[in-house]
């Protein structure tokens, strides 16, 4: 097997796919938080300003997205595969939620009429709060895993067997932390009026997730003991729980001191941390099986051939910086305040 820095192919890809996910969930998790809060906004300036406070950034947000799925297709054929089989129902509903949320966003400002503008708020919001609530209950089911037989195929209900407690307690705990994240970033993005009531919502938001953090901790650790193996087998790792910890108090901490700011950047670094767990907890398991651990899909046995792989991670090698470099270059471009004009949505 080869490997690059002492590392084989697979286990990069792995890292490649989750930093991937990583981005995705930090940018496109404020624009949903955000999109989550906007029925709490009275007012139309106030919707207005709140929508053009993601305007410009919430299309490339979802390139992440886009490459976060082609990696894992390219480099895990397996997994994409069984897993998107299995999560068929929450798929369609996240990419139903999403058209909508993008139709919305551009269609909401085109006529004048009360009615129309109040239809596509809510379609907005709702959207917004399902996609995010729709990607906790995915990550739930990676956690706590699936029916997976022998052939490494799913082997469980194709209706509602997604939709288990421990996915949906994932689900909300995904939801407010968006909606914390979100209410950041509106902060740093408004003023007068809009700023003071979401001063309000963040603690809201904050507290919310806190309580169903911890309900998930809890939950994990009781009913789920196989994502606690690596801790126990090498207490080193035990690091990224505490800074996962010593993260999630800095949010409200900075907040009450109006430091929004770095309070961003604790709420960025709280989903980063929390999907350093996520892949910590699994590795090198990709999908665990809940018929038998054995039937596992694992980053050796889902992985495509090295050659495929290296030929991939040159890709990435190049596409990666201008990724970057084009993501950099929005939100350098974009930012401060919003200040409405005759192009705004």
């Not at 953090?213 to 087998?233: C, E, G, V």
Request: glycine share 8%; net charge neutral.
């Amino acid at each position: 097997m080869e490997t690059f820095l002492g590392i084989d192919y697979p286990t990069l890809w792995f890292l490649v796919v989750g930093g991937l996910f990583s981005g995705y969930a930090i940018l496109d998790g404020f624009d949903f938080g955000a999109g989550a809060w906007h029925l709490f906004f009275k007012k139309e300036l106030s919707r207005r300003v709140a929508l053009n406070a993601v305007g410009p950034v919430w299309d490339g947000n979802e390139v992440w997205l886009v490459i976060g799925g082609g990696a894992l297709f390219a480099g895990f054929p397996v997994m994409y595969a069984t897993f998107f089989s299995g999560m068929y129902i929450p798929f369609m509903l996240f990419l139903m939620f999403i058209i909508f949320r993008a139709v919305a966003i551009e269609f909401r400002s085109k006529e004048e009429m009360k009615w129309w503008r109040k239809m596509w708020d809510i379609a907005y919001s709702v959207s917004s709060i399902m996609l995010a609530f729709l990607l906790g209950v995915v990550l739930g089911n990676v956690l706590q895993g699936i029916p997976i037989d022998s052939d490494l195929e799913y082997d469980g209900s194709p209706f509602l067997g997604f939709l288990n407690p421990y996915a949906i307690i994932t689900g909300f705990t995904t939801l407010f932390l968006f909606m914390a994240h979100g209410a950041i970033y509106l902060l740093l993005k408004t003023k007068g009026k809009l700023f003071d009531k979401l001063e309000g919502l963040l603690k809201k938001g904050i507290i919310l997730f806190i309580i169903f953090f911890l309900i998930t901790t809890l939950y994990t650790l009781i009913y789920i003991p196989h994502l606690s193996d690596d801790f126990k087998a090498n207490p080193v790792l035990f690091i990224f729980p505490v800074l996962t910890f010593l993260s999630i108090a800095n949010i409200p901490r900075l907040a009450s001191k109006r430091r929004f700011k770095l309070a961003f950047f604790f709420s960025a670094l709280t989903i980063a941390l929390m999907m350093a767990l996520v892949a910590i907890e699994l590795y090198p398991v990709l999908l665990y099986s809940t018929i038998d651990p054995e039937y596992s899909i694992t980053v050796y046995n889902a992985a495509s051939s090295d050659k495929s792989l290296g030929i991939s991670l040159t890709m990435v090698a190049i596409g990666g910086p201008l990724v970057l470099g084009y993501t950099y270059f929005v939100y350098k471009t974009f930012a401060g305040k919003v200040k409405l004009d005759d192009h705004s949505y």
